[in-house]
């Protein structure tokens, strides 16, 4: 089967050309970045030793539906920087379409792997989300596992902030004053990305990471699935039973039979790629 021309999207990195091109598969009416958590890292520290500033979204299949369904939030997730594939399904329908998406890279991991990119390049974090004291426990887990992780500072925003010209004018002004390195957002989708949209005007040298669920859980607030569940797509059967009454109508009656569809059609167009022209002789 031929694999499909890579569409490309610039990603600021350093080098003698100052920008890296990068392909990306398609995934319902969302671009996905094809990276690992390592070369995620590795572009982040070379964009703040140049001063550059980026976004991060981690494109779950909730997101990736969520896109389907509402087009300006499709393109929300196209003005970030990067997106990765947050999602086993979403990582099996770029691989069945011909892409070769190398990991799934999700939200809780960034906030570990950054967070130790940032100790070692001598950067600072800010982290946004939760309940209060959740994430000054996260603040407390990765400083002492990360020795010299400066934290510029944590916020748990009230209910409804980001709805106010004063609300969410108070949090930049937080990030303004402390000018951190990476800011983990942890307020759910699409909030937390609009959110980011809006403090990157104010602090644009700064790199933004929407991490969901990723600061409760880095505070230990819950546990996440065992690596081998995470590898064979099932975390969300782990999330799913510590949180069913949230959680079942969004796994189960939306997201489920999305990504069944996702992955049906992302088998067919690569079938139909494969298929002769018709007249083509086949020897």
Known sequence: MNAPTPATSPVAEDG???????????VGATDVHPVSEERLSAIVESAWDRGAGGWV?????DIVRAAVKRPELAALIAEADLVVADGMPVVWAARLAGHRVPERVTGASLVFSLSEAAARADRSVYLVGGEPG???AAAEVLTARFPG?????????????????DGMAALAAKLTETKPDL?????????????????RADLPSAWYVGCGAGIPMAAGEFRRAPDAMQ???AEWLHRLALEPKRLAKRYL????????RLLVGAAVRRLRRSEPAKGTEIR
Do not use: W, Y
């Open 253 to 260: 009656v939306d997201d489920a039979p999305f990504a069944a």
């Open 16 to 26: 003698f050309l100052g920008t890296l091109t990068l392909p990306v598969a398609r």
């Open 134 to 136: 959740v994430p000054e």
């Open 149 to 165: 992780l400066r934290v510029a500072g944590t916020d748990s925003p009230p209910f409804g902030f980001d709805r106010t010209e």
């Open 231 to 233: 590898r064979a797509g």
């Open 57 to 61: 979204v981690t494109a779950n299949v």
């Open 183 to 199: 800011v983990f957002a942890g307020l759910g989708f699409p909030k937390q990305e609009k959110v980011i949209r809006r403090l």
